[in-house]
C-alpha cells in the first residue's frame, strides 16, 4: 500500500507519545517532523528514537502547514491533545483542508460533526479508539434496539475506574448509560461510580500497580429485583495499546476514504469496524 504521511498532534501527551512510537516503526506511514501543542508546553521539540519533532504552538500553525504542504500535499492528522482544544483544533483541521482522525474527548460533538460535513474534508470522530470495545457498545446498543425492556425491573450498577489523572466520567459508561435506559433501567449518568484514589484501585480492585497511571476498568451489573438473577459485563483494559492500535487503523481506513474521492464526511468507529 502507498505509504501515509502523517503528522501526529498533541506530543508530548501520554496517547501521543505512545502512537508515535508505534507509527514510527510501522512501515505504512511516513512519521512527519512536527506536532501541533499547546502554548502551555515550554519544550521546543520531542525527541522520538533520537529524531526530533518539532512542537508547534498555536501562532506558529500556519507557516508550518505552508511549510509541510510544499512537499506532503495529502498527508492525514491524528489529534489526541486536550479537551478544551477539541472544536477549536477541528476548525483549523477543515478550514486548511486537513483530513484528521480525532481520539481526543470532549468538546461540542455535534458541532464537530457538522463542522466536516461543511467542509471539503472527510475525517474519522470517535471518543473511543478501541475496536473491541466499540464492537461491545455496538452489540449492546443492538440488544437495546431490538429488545427494548429486556431487563425491565432490574437494577443497574455501573462502577468504572481510570487513572486519577482522568477528571471526567469515562464517556464510554456515559454511552452505555442509554443503552441500558432503552433496555428498562433507570440509570442516569449521575450514578456512575468512578475511582480515582490509586490506593483503592489497588487494594479494592485490584489494578496491578504498574498500570494505575493507565487503566480503563469497567463493569455494568445488572441485578433482579428479587436478588435472584444477575448478569455483569466487565472490561479491563490496562495501559493504552488497544488504543493505538485502533486509531492506526482508523488512519488507514481514513486514507482510503480519501483515494475514494470521498469528502465532507465524518466516519466512526464502527464504519472502520465495519470497514464500509
Known amino acids: 500500500m502507498q505509504v501515509i504521511p502523517l503528522m501526529i498532534n498533541g506530543l508530548p501527551g501520554n496517547m501521543a507519545q505512545r502512537i508515535a512510537a508505534h507509527a514510527v516503526r510501522d512501515e505504512r506511514f511516513q512519521l512527519l517532523p512536527w506536532s501541533f501543542t499547546g502554548p502551555e508546553i515550554s519544550e521546543t521539540e520531542y525527541l522520538l528514537d ?14 508550518v502547514v505552508r511549510e509541510i504542504k510544499t512537499t506532503e500535499e ?3 492528522t491524528i489529534d489526541f491533545t486536550h479537551p478544551s482544544a477539541v472544536n477549536d483544533n477541528a476548525a483549523y483541521y477543515c478550514r486548511t483542508g486537513m483530513p484528521f482522525v480525532m481520539g481526543t474527548t470532549g468538546g461540542d460533538r455535534e458541532q464537530l460533526v457538522q463542522m466536516v460535513e461543511a467542509a471539503d474534508i472527510p475525517a474519522v470522530i470517535a471518543p473511543n479508539m478501541a475496536k473491541q470495545i466499540v464492537g461491545f457498545q455496538a452489540m449492546m446498543a443492538y440488544a437495546a434496539e431490538n429488545f427494548p425492556g429486556l431487563f425491565e425491573d432490574y437494577t443497574l450498577d455501573i462502577r468504572e475506574s481510570h487513572q486519577n489523572g482522568k477528571a471526567d466520567t469515562s464517556g464510554t459508561a456515559k454511552a452505555m448509560v442509554t443503552c441500558f435506559n432503552r433496555l428498562g433501567c433507570p440509570f442516569s449518568e449521575a450514578d456512575i461510580r468512578k475511582e480515582r484514589d490509586p490506593d483503592v484501585q489497588r487494594r479494592e480492585w485490584g489494578v496491578p500497580d504498574h498500570f494505575l497511571d493507565g487503566h480503563a476498568w469497567h463493569t455494568y451489573t445488572l441485578t433482579s429485583d428479587d436478588g435472584t438473577v444477575r448478569f455483569s459485563f466487565t472490561h479491563n483494559v490496562n495501559g493504552r495499546e488497544i488504543y493505538v492500535k485502533g486509531t492506526l487503523d482508523a488512519v488507514v481506513y481514513l486514507a482510503e476514504k480519501i483515494r475514494q474521492g470521498n469528502r465532507g464526511r465524518v466516519y466512526t468507529m464502527i464504519d472502520v469496524l465495519k470497514n464500509r
Do not use: G, I, T
Open 74 to 76: 495529502n498527508f492525514l
Open 50 to 63: 533520537d529524531q526530533p519533532v518539532r512542537l508547534v504552538r498555536p501562532a506558529e500553525r500556519d507557516a
